[in-house]
């Protein structure tokens, strides 16, 4: 493992140890600002979402770059995070989404600076916020109305899976269902309406729909809770139903089935109400697009073979705005959003040599 390497495993174990689930990253968010301003970066702010922003100067002569790596994770303050340090990765919850992907950021301007290269334009690293779960993209999102279209484009980085180009936005929708009834005792009020009953009839119809293999799309039910007691007809229960598709109509299309059977579950003693608690726009370059095209070339050159794909990533916002944008995995690694999560050390050296490639090439063909 090279010096830029062993810095970022270093800097990313220290990132990872700062909890940060999401709507609660202020503490990774403060750490990763403090960082910033002690490399010596200018225009280090945090903005009202809650990003972390530095500009690393550039000749002036060209428009800016924007690379983005964002601070949430999947899990809860209180989870354990151990660090186990092998000879050839490292387990820790969170390592590679996306504490990795932040230590990118400080290891773009290390490479840069070790190789005295200077830009022709300002690259700006965003830190952002509100990636994972029901964030809902409120941080990239916050960045994008920021720039706008001023940019050459926006990089997301992210620790996995190395070798991936997202040039594509999975579209997702989300639900909370909501189903309420009266309630009662368990043996007194027997045959009143239970809300928990409900929800596993509804959940049943919901199951039943029938999904194309092409487009590819997926139903998910996530979440379950409901009632009060074992010998109590619940009052209430929900779920959070995650909608996915690569075609935007045909999401469309399957969320209006879903809305479709909430409206005919509606009956004497029993509310059902569907409520939209996350949505990630589609959209998409042309894989002729220079960008994709020069993607592919930095991971060629760096000795990774490249793949092209799909996915729910901080792009899906700047591509729905037709912006140049696509997403980039710094090292492989597995188990993502487990407790089990890893990542690999020797690839991250090829990593870093396509995300340096790719942000000092983008002047040239943008």
Excluded at 30 to 39: A, D, I, N, P, T
Excluded at 131 to 144: N, P
Excluded at 231 to 249: K, P, Q, V, W
């Amino acid at each position: 493992m090279d010096n830029l390497s062993a810095r970022m495993i270093n800097l990313a174990i220290a990132i990872q140890q700062v909890p940060s689930p999401t709507f609660h990253e202020n503490d990774r968010a403060e750490f990763v600002r403090l960082r910033f301003s002690e490399e010596g970066l200018t225009d280090v702010e945090m903005d009202a979402a809650g990003n972390i922003y530095a500009r690393l100067a550039g000749r002036g002569s060209g428009r800016e770059l924007v690379v983005s790596a964002h601070l949430d994770t999947v899990f809860l303050p209180n989870i354990d995070l151990h660090v186990e340090r092998e000879a050839d990765r490292i387990l820790a919850p969170g390592i590679g989404d996306n504490s990795l992907g932040v230590a990118g950021l400080f290891g773009l301007v290390w490479a840069l600076r070790e190789r005295n290269r200077v830009l022709p334009g300002d690259l700006w690293l965003v830190a952002n916020v509100g990636e994972e779960g029901l964030g809902d993209l409120r941080g990239i999102r916050a960045v994008v109305d920021r720039f706008g279209s001023s940019p050459l484009a926006y990089i997301v980085l992210e620790g996995f899976p190395l070798g991936q180009v997202y040039y594509r936005a999975l579209g997702v929708r989300r639900y909370r269902i909501t189903i309420r009834t009266p309630g009662g005792h368990s043996w007194i009020d027997y045959g009143q309406p239970s809300a928990i009953h409900e929800l596993a009839a509804f959940s049943t119809r919901l199951a039943a729909i029938e999904l194309p293999r092409v487009p590819r799309t997926t139903l998910n039910i996530g979440i379950i809770s409901g009632g009060s007691s074992v010998n109590t007809i619940a009052a209430d229960a929900m779920l959070e139903l995650d909608l996915r598709s690569e075609d935007a109509g045909t999401l469309e299309a399957l969320a209006r089935q879903v809305e479709q059977i909430t409206h005919l579950a509606q009956k004497p003693g029993v509310t059902v109400t569907a409520e939209i608690i996350g949505q990630r726009p589609s959209g998409e370059l042309a894989r002729d697009h220079p960008l994709v095209v020069l993607a592919q070339e930095c991971l060629r050159r760096a000795g990774v073979e490249p793949h092209l794909t799909i996915g729910s990533t901080d792009a899906n916002l700047p591509l729905s705005r037709g912006l140049p944008s696509i997403t980039i995995g710094l090292t492989t690694g597995g188990r993502a959003h487990t407790l089990q999560e890893f990542i690999n050390l020797a690839p991250l050296e090829k990593g870093m040599d396509q995300a340096l490639r790719l942000v000092t090439g983008v002047w040239d063909i943008m």
